[in-house]
């Protein structure tokens, strides 16, 4: 095993850490005494329960009971990942049973945590944890993702792809008013909203994984620029881009 803790932030009942996982690291089967919410903002790993095995990458959250056994696998590369730890059971934070999800809305959560755990004040706490919290209560998603949303998901998700909501509605044969409807019901947000953090997931791994210029990462991630990509970290995770890879 060999992990690195960036930082820490600590207010007695929540801990938020940024933790990093060196290439092929392996952790046995253990557990934690805290409920946990893990969010992977770059790398890869494979984590098991006794009955389950989940494969996960950037953009993916588990949420993790206290006592849960499981074991970890990390991929070739480098992972980071957002560690926030309940030391208190209080009914509306209760984080539920094990399981793996990939919402946009807990990214984007993580990533307004992660400006708190950095600068940020109580306030900021307070809304990224409600945020993170309500998200992972959503329904679950997946089970009412149709085929055809499943191929519109696909080409938001690519950055090659620019294609008008009109134009997506009219591949998957549906009006694009149903597609909007639809597609903020199985994924809880809108197909703009999506795109972005589609965008800022795959911007999160550049900026955290490698040394490349912010410049190149806004161009391979589909930003106009690179002022482009910070007004849109900016927005939806009040941090820029020089400040995340200052982590």
């Given at each position: 095993m060999s992990?690195?803790?960036w930082?820490?932030?600590?207010?007695?009942?929540?801990?938020?850490?940024?933790?990093?996982?060196?290439?092929?690291c392996?952790?046995?089967?253990?557990?934690?005494?805290?409920?946990?919410?893990?969010?992977?903002?770059?790398?890869?790993?494979?984590?098991e329960?006794?009955?389950h095995?989940?494969?996960?990458?950037?953009?993916?959250?588990?949420?993790?009971?206290?006592?849960?056994?499981?074991?970890?696998?990390?991929?070739?590369?480098?992972?980071?990942?957002?560690?926030?730890?309940?030391?208190?059971?209080?009914?509306?934070?209760e984080?539920?049973?094990?399981r793996w999800?990939?919402?946009?809305?807990?990214?984007?959560?993580?990533?307004?945590l992660?400006?708190?755990?950095?600068?940020g004040?109580?306030?900021d706490?307070?809304?990224?944890?409600?945020?993170?919290?309500?998200?992972?209560r959503?329904?679950?998603?997946?089970?009412?993702?149709?085929?055809w949303?499943?191929?519109?998901?696909?080409?938001?998700?690519?950055?090659?792809?620019?294609?008008?909501?009109?134009?997506?509605?009219?591949r998957?044969?549906?009006?694009?008013?149903?597609?909007?409807?639809?597609f903020?019901?199985?994924?809880?947000?809108?197909?703009r909203e999506?795109?972005?953090?589609?965008?800022?997931?795959?911007?999160?791994?550049?900026?955290?994984?490698?040394?490349?210029?912010?410049s190149?990462?806004?161009?391979?991630?589909?930003?106009?620029?690179?002022?482009?990509?910070?007004?849109?970290?900016?927005?939806?995770?009040?941090?820029?881009?020089?400040?995340?890879?200052?982590?």
């Open positions: 992990s690195a803790l930082f820490a932030r600590d207010t007695g009942n929540v801990e938020v850490r940024l933790v990093r996982y060196a290439p092929n392996r952790m046995a089967f253990h557990s934690h005494d805290e409920h946990g919410v893990s969010i992977v903002l770059n790398g890869a790993l494979v984590e329960t006794e009955q095995s989940v494969a996960a990458t950037a953009g993916w959250t588990v949420v993790k009971p206290a006592g849960t056994k499981h074991a970890n696998r990390f991929g070739p590369e480098a992972a980071t990942l957002l560690a926030i730890t309940f030391r208190e059971t209080i009914d509306e934070d984080p539920g049973a094990w999800l990939n919402h946009p809305a807990t990214y984007r959560a993580a990533l307004r992660l400006r708190w755990a950095k600068h004040t109580h306030a706490r307070d809304d990224g944890l409600i945020e993170l919290i309500a998200s992972l959503r329904p679950a998603f997946s089970r009412r993702e149709l085929p949303l499943r191929s519109v998901r696909s080409a938001l998700e690519d950055p090659d792809q620019r294609e008008s909501v009109g134009a997506l509605a009219a998957a044969g549906v009006h694009p008013v149903y597609l909007a409807r639809r903020r019901g199985a994924f809880g947000c809108s197909l999506f795109r972005r953090m589609a965008q800022l997931r795959r911007a999160t791994q550049l900026i955290l994984g490698t040394r490349r210029p912010l190149e990462i806004a161009h391979r991630c589909g930003f106009a620029d690179h002022s482009h990509m910070c007004r849109a970290f900016r927005v939806t995770a009040g941090i820029n881009p020089t400040a995340l890879r200052a982590s």
